[in-house]
């Protein structure tokens, strides 16, 4: 698709899904993409800051002086660009389409699975979508690292489908996070994995504004108090899972026109995917066209296998699980399904292709 505002994931090099094997099991060539600070590293502490693009990064740079100070620059995270695909895809260092975990919200067997809540039609799902069967892949390629994220995680199904048999150490406030990390580099651990997720918070609720610079600078201390407990010959590794925009009340419910060849919806506002009733896959593609291309990239399904924005390679069981034709928002939308709810209407989302949600940095820093 020539529209050089739309950003495809770059899987063959400076990717999320790359920053995992390159820590974990290097190869003979350091990557040229990959900050040298972290080469020969003995000690690696890798933190995700959910929801902190490389846009909205280099936007402030008052609020976040220690992130901006240190070594790198900007990576592509996965598509869709959302937390639970990008999560899985750092931890097994593999693409959407073949961990199998490709949006918030996947079609598995005619129900709409949630995945960060492990839910369909609002009840646990664990027993009948099991997430050890969703995603088979181990994490860290069997490493077995420390894991250092919000002890509510401890038992959720998304943990489990990306997370299995990591050893895990729970925080509840971000002073906890820096003092897990600090005892486990004490104990000599060679790699941490750590996850924040207040600045992905803090921008659905609020927005792009003053809450969401407030919250960059928190997390700018968070930086810094972690650098301030490495020990000598460690690194602190930052990355994030995606950007956001700033959509407001900019929603788009798709046309009855669109809605009469539907039979389901699942993704996200921003990646939005329609499965189309029997036989009406065509119809379904002209009328997005004709309704939604004024807003964004209205997208086939064999397009986005064939252009590999899933990865070179999608599982069969993968691909079961998208919609015949995806409204991927181009400009600051989100299109609406009444399905999709939570406690509180999103102001800033994510989940599309452009370069503010594609975005995200990868940056190392010595103590």
């Known amino acids: 698709m020539a529209d050089e ?24 060539v350091w990557p040229g993409w990959f900050p040298a600070a972290a080469q020969d590293a003995e000690q690696v502490v890798l933190l995700v800051l959910d929801g902190l693009g490389w846009n909205q990064l280099e936007a402030r740079p008052a609020c976040a002086p220690t992130i901006r100070g240190l070594e790198g620059g900007a990576i592509t995270t996965v598509a869709p ?18 961990h199998g975990v490709v949006g918030y919200r996947i079609a598995v067997d005619g129900e709409v699975l949630n995945v960060l809540r492990w839910q369909t039609s609002g009840r646990d799902a664990r ?78 609720e609020y927005g792009l504004g003053d809450f969401y610079d407030a919250e960059l600078v928190s997390a700018d201390r968070l930086v810094a108090d972690l650098l301030g407990v490495l020990p000598p010959g460690a690194v602190l590794v930052v990355t994030s899972d995606h950007g956001q925009v700033d959509v407001g009340d900019r929603i788009v419910t798709p046309a009855p026109e669109v809605l009469a060849h539907v039979v389901q919806q699942s993704g996200e506002g ?10 009406h896959t065509r119809q379904l593609l002209e009328a997005a066209r004709a309704h939604h291309g004024d807003t964004g990239w209205v997208v086939s399904l064999e397009e986005v296998l064939d252009d590999h924005w899933f990865g070179p390679v999608v599982m069969p069981s993968a691909q079961r699980m998208l919609g015949d034709v995806a409204l991927v928002a181009r400009d600051p939308v989100s299109y609406h399904d009444p399905a999709d709810s939570g406690p509180f209407e999103l102001v800033a989302r994510h989940g599309s292709l452009t370069a503010d949600e594609i975005l995200v940095p990868l940056l190392v820093g010595h103590g």
């Open 81 to 98: 660009s959302t937390t639970a695909a990008a999560l899985t895809s750092i931890t097994t260092g593999l693409p959407p389409g073949s």
């Open 5 to 28: 505002r739309l950003v495809l994931p770059d899987y063959d090099g400076p990717c999320v899904t790359n920053v995992v094997p390159t820590l974990l099991e290097p190869g003979a």
């Open 127 to 204: 027993a009948t979508i099991p997430p050890d069967k969703l995603q088979v892949h181990e994490p860290f390629a069997g490493h077995r690292p420390p894991v250092v994220t919000r002890a509510e995680f401890r038992d959720s199904g998304f943990t489990q489908a990306h997370l299995d048999r990591t050893r895990f150490a729970g925080w509840r406030v971000s002073s906890s996070l820096v003092t897990e990390v600090a005892q486990l580099l004490g104990r000599g651990e060679p790699f941490v994995y750590a996850y924040y997720e207040g600045i992905d918070k803090v921008a659905h």
């Open 270 to 279: 921003r990646f939005r995917w329609l499965h189309a009733r029997p036989g």
